[in-house]
């Protein structure tokens, strides 16, 4: 599966962007998706997860009340809705996939993830 982030900006703190990760190359629904984040000069982390289910979330607490994941297999596409952002927010943002174990699995460290999308700059101002 090959992935495609977008949706990423500056955008000044406390306002909201969302990014979108489309999918091509395989059916989408197979796959379970996360965010990982990577701020300058640290490591990635994965901030929001979605089981191949879509039933089963995941968040990192600096992102929990403020992002929400989603997905709309019918557009092979996964989205990562922020709102309240902060300046410690700023990370090259991407989405990543991986065939899940068990279809309500979510996967929580990078190195759970196969396929990676090429990443999109969000930048927040204060």
């Known amino acids: 599966v090959q992935l495609q982030a977008s949706g990423g900006g500056l955008v000044q703190a406390g306002g909201s962007l969302r990014l979108s990760c489309a999918a091509s190359?395989?059916?989408?629904?197979?796959?379970?998706v996360g965010w990982v984040r990577q701020a300058p000069g640290k490591e990635r982390d994965v901030i929001a997860a979605?089981?191949?289910?879509?039933?089963?979330?995941y968040y990192a607490d600096s992102v929990k009340g403020r992002f929400t994941i989603h997905r709309d297999n019918a557009g092979n596409t996964v989205y990562l809705q922020m709102y309240s952002l902060r300046p410690d927010d700023t990370a090259v943002y991407f989405c990543?996939?991986?065939?899940?174990?068990?279809?309500?699995?979510?996967?929580?460290?990078?190195?759970?993830?196969?396929?990676w999308g090429q990443g999109t700059l969000v930048t927040v101002s204060s």
């Open positions: 190359g395989r059916t989408f629904s197979n796959y379970a």
């Open positions: 979605i089981s191949q289910s879509g039933d089963n979330l």
């Open positions: 990543a996939a991986r065939v899940p174990g068990f279809f309500r699995y979510v996967y929580t460290t990078p190195r759970d993830y196969a396929y």
